[in-house]
């Protein structure tokens, strides 16, 4: 079992920066992809971004982040963190840290159902 903690929302006016940390228990955590989507209001939850197992070299972003988000883990201290730049206020969203499950071999990194433990979410506003 992974539990997963996200911390690090708020408001920002759009162009600013925000930067989101997910803690996640265990002692398998470098090898599990990780994660991060966001659901908006009256939208469906959306792939943000993905980081693979162990030394994190290869990142996935959606076009709509791509170039202003970063992703990356920290496998000593079991966390996933995304760095947010020139915020916008369509980037406005609940931000969920997602877990795949250990060895996890497949490449569908932006489908949600790839995922099989999930944090509570932080909210992310963006004001413009």
């Known amino acids: 079992q992974v539990q997963l903690v996200e911390s690090g929302g708020g408001l920002v006016q759009a162009g600013g920066s925000l930067r989101l940390s997910c803690a996640a228990s265990?002692?398998?955590?470098?090898?599990?992809?990780m994660g991060w989507f966001r659901q908006a209001p009256g939208k469906e939850r959306e792939f943000v971004a993905a980081?693979?197992?162990?030394?994190?070299?290869?990142?996935y972003y959606a076009d709509s982040v791509q170039g202003r988000f970063a992703i990356s883990r920290d496998n000593a201290k079991n966390t996933v963190s995304l760095q947010m730049n020139s915020l916008k206020p369509e980037d406005t969203a609940v931000y969920y840290c997602?877990?795949?499950?250990?060895?996890?071999?497949?490449?569908?990194?932006?489908?949600?159902?790839?995922?099989?433990?999930w944090g509570q979410g932080t909210q992310v506003t963006v004001s413009s």
């Open positions: 980081i693979n197992s162990w030394s994190g070299g290869n990142t």
């Open positions: 265990g002692r398998t955590f470098s090898s599990r992809v």
């Open positions: 997602a877990a795949t499950r250990t060895y996890y071999g497949g490449t569908y990194y932006s489908r949600s159902s790839e995922y099989d433990y």
